[in-house]
């Protein structure tokens, strides 16, 4: 019977944790499909009496769309919430947002992958100094960077350039993508770089076919703590972009919100958009996840 | 084939610390070469130089005539076992042993015959599909023994193959490498800690202590004529008895307080006379007979420890413990007096404080 109450009790407190974390997802993906009145209603309604995809026609067809201050009505009849003119900015974020995240995850294991097989199997002088001066970096929080940023991204050219963002999300990134992978790299054993050398094969083709099959757990780490920390970051975009030529969607989106005539249904199609790339690549490699987290912090 | 030269070559790591100092080794072609010592004594650091995995701080390395210190690994043509055996985790039996003959660009079909001959010849063709992990130590190890024959490299390295199996397997798989020896006719370094390794393989033996080679020989001559006491300590199972004393008679006897024991005029003859002189004196446990006639130990039995064939003796001779292997026949019992009678023409004699042999140079 201790058994059965343990089980009552674990069993009722992941339930509420997952409701607790769960809830405002569900709320963002129901009131999506809502209409304006609806969502304002009160007890709200979980599971829409109406749905739309309304908001979700906005914003994809939102280039079509002329909106000025006569139509804006047009965008929700039903309330007169409206729909932005910037919304049709959105789509274009997200493809910035993406091509940004990509870029960011390719150029990030092409020098954290030779870094940490480096860092974890090659002695030379001032090997651990490099690793603990690299994760010094970290520390510094991101706001005391955006002065000196925005001027070596302003002396370079490249304000309002993707590349901007490209650039100082690497900077970001690398370090601790290069600890998580140090970690892992140093837990294989010394003899299999050994035994790959013997058999022929140089430091890189140790590395690419012996270190990076091995290393496939903590790679999808590194690979979605990359591409979600390019995905939602928004302070520096937030400095460095100033039209849509190179905003991402976090500061698409969050132009929405300086209208208080805003629709919040659409707002919150939005928000759903910008959730999908993650929740893919999560479900894509969700095997992986937990054995990469952990498998640099136990040694072998 | 290859002929291994070492000159002069040391090992200083970039924390300071000196692995090895000016060893000097020639390693014959087709040559059976074991490196023994304790852990940390830089045989394991010997081998990764001749294999190209650590860089040479000093002096040349040489295969045949070819200069090797800047030569990496990969192309040096060595194959190398380890005792942690080392396979690749991600990779089938089969793809393990093709791995060295891929990088080196064979074609396919010779590939396929050369992995099924090597498989074959150890006897693991039917764990070829089997991941690393689904076979035993044993298995493992002929695999790691597979993946280094099938190139059939101009040298073969091993590092303590065997240390990670059990002692009955241990065994068996000796007489396999020195089979495999035989069949390869190549030259193999091969490094333990283990004298009864080392003694059963080699065709020579080296015996190193902290980066220092303390004496280089054929099996027989490391064991009957070792050069200071570090290397008669090594081998042999008890270890060699050592009784300090003194020379007397012009170096025809020692002394030990109430010991006396005459030694053979070859020894003697060695030593040259000098009355006085501190010397130790070393005794292998398997040199005394209970029912012999001639020199006599004469002690206390303190420990009798029989292991089947025979047993163990702990003898308390003049204040110190000596351990003696006699055969069964001999009814002893703890607390008895036991008379021992030494031969003294394998006796060793060192000096007492170098710890040099007085006998041997």
């Not at chain 2, 852990?39 to 070819?66: H, M, Q, R």
């Not at chain 2, 065997?162 to 002692?167: C, R, T, Y």
Request: with cysteine; proline share 5%; hydrophobic share 45%.
């Amino acid at each position: 019977m201790k058994g059965l109450g343990r089980n009552v009790l674990l069993f009722t407190a992941s339930a509420l944790f997952l409701v607790y974390v769960l809830a405002p997802v569900a709320w963002l993906v129901s009131s999506s499909v809502q209409q304006e009145a609806e969502i304002t209603s009160r007890p709200p309604h979980w599971i829409p009496r109406q749905p739309t995809l309304e908001n979700f026609e906005a914003i994809f067809q939102a280039k079509e769309k002329k909106v000025t201050y006569e139509t804006r009505r047009a965008g929700d009849p039903a309330t007169g919430g409206y729909i932005p003119s910037t919304a049709r900015d959105l789509v274009p974020s997200m493809w910035n947002s993406l091509i940004v995240a990509v870029s960011v995850v390719v150029l990030n294991l092409l020098v954290a992958v030779p870094a940490a097989y480096a860092m974890a199997k090659i002695r030379y002088i001032g090997r651990s100094t490099s690793i603990y001066f690299m994760l010094t970096t970290r520390v510094i929080p991101d706001i005391a960077l955006v002065v000196p940023f925005f001027l070596f991204i302003r002396t370079f050219g490249l304000l309002d350039h993707l590349g901007s963002l490209v650039i100082t999300y690497l900077a970001i990134t690398i370090p601790f993508s290069v600890f998580i992978l140090v970690g892992y790299f140093e837990s294989l054993p010394d003899e299999l770089d050994k035994a790959a050398r013997v058999d022929g094969c140089s430091r890189l083709q140790t590395l690419l076919r012996v270190y990076v099959p091995l290393a496939m757990p903590s790679l999808v780490a590194v690979v979605l703590f990359t591409f979600l920390t390019s995905w939602n970051e928004f302070l520096l975009a937030l400095m460095f972009t100033q039209t849509p030529a190179s905003q991402t969607m976090p500061i698409v989106v969050a132009s929405f919100a300086s209208d208080f005539t805003i629709s919040f249904s659409f707002i919150n199609a939005a928000g759903v958009l910008a959730v999908v790339p993650p929740v893919l690549m999560a479900v894509v490699f969700e095997r992986y996840i937990v054995s990469g987290l952990t498998a640099g912090a136990v040694k072998g | 084939m290859a002929r291994i030269r070492l000159e002069s070559v040391g090992k200083r790591y970039p924390n300071g610390f000196v692995a090895l100092e000016e060893l000097s080794l020639e390693i014959a072609d087709r040559e059976f070469v074991v490196l023994l010592g304790p852990s940390g004594c830089g045989k394991s650091t010997t081998l990764n130089l001749i294999a190209g995995l650590e860089d040479v701080t000093a002096g040349s390395l040489y295969f045949d005539s070819t200069l090797m210190n800047v030569v990496p690994a990969h192309k040096r043509d060595v194959a190398m076992v380890f005792q942690s055996y080392a396979l690749y985790p991600h990779k089938s039996v089969y793809e393990n042993i093709a791995f060295g003959l891929r990088m080196r660009g064979h074609p396919r079909a010779e590939i396929e015959s050369r992995v099924k001959d090597a498989a074959r010849s150890l006897e693991i063709e039917p764990l070829l599909e089997r991941r690393p992990h689904q076979l035993s130590g044993g298995q493992r190890q002929r695999v790691a023994l597979g993946r280094a024959l099938v190139r059939q490299p101009a040298a073969f390295l091993m590092d303590e193959p065997l240390s990670n199996l059990d002692a009955a397997l241990r065994i068996a798989m000796r007489a396999e490498i020195k089979k495999l020896h035989h069949t390869m006719r190549t030259t193999f370094v091969y490094v333990t800690h283990d004298q009864a390794e080392a003694l059963t393989l080699a065709d020579r033996i080296v015996v190193m202590r902290e980066g220092v080679i303390q004496q280089i020989g054929s099996p027989e001559e490391i064991y009957d004529r070792p050069r200071n006491t570090f290397v008669a300590s090594f081998l042999g199972n008890p270890p060699i008895n050592y009784l300090e004393g003194t020379l007397a008679a012009d170096g025809a006897r020692f002394v030990r307080g109430g010991l006396s024991l005459a030694l053979p005029p070859e020894l003697s003859k060695k030593i040259g006379a000098e009355n006085g002189r501190q010397v130790r004196l070393g005794i292998r446990a398997e040199d005394v007979d209970p029912r012999g006639t001639g020199e006599t130990l004469q002690g206390r039995i303190s420990s009798v420890l029989p292991v089947g064939s025979d047993q163990f003796l702990g003898v308390e001779v003049e204040g110190t413990t000596l351990f003696f292997r006699v055969g069964r026949e001999l009814r002893a019992a703890e607390g008895e007096n036991v008379a021992l009678s030494v031969n003294m023409n394998r006796a060793q004699i060192f000096d007492s404080s170098s710890g040099a042999s007085l006998l041997w140079k």
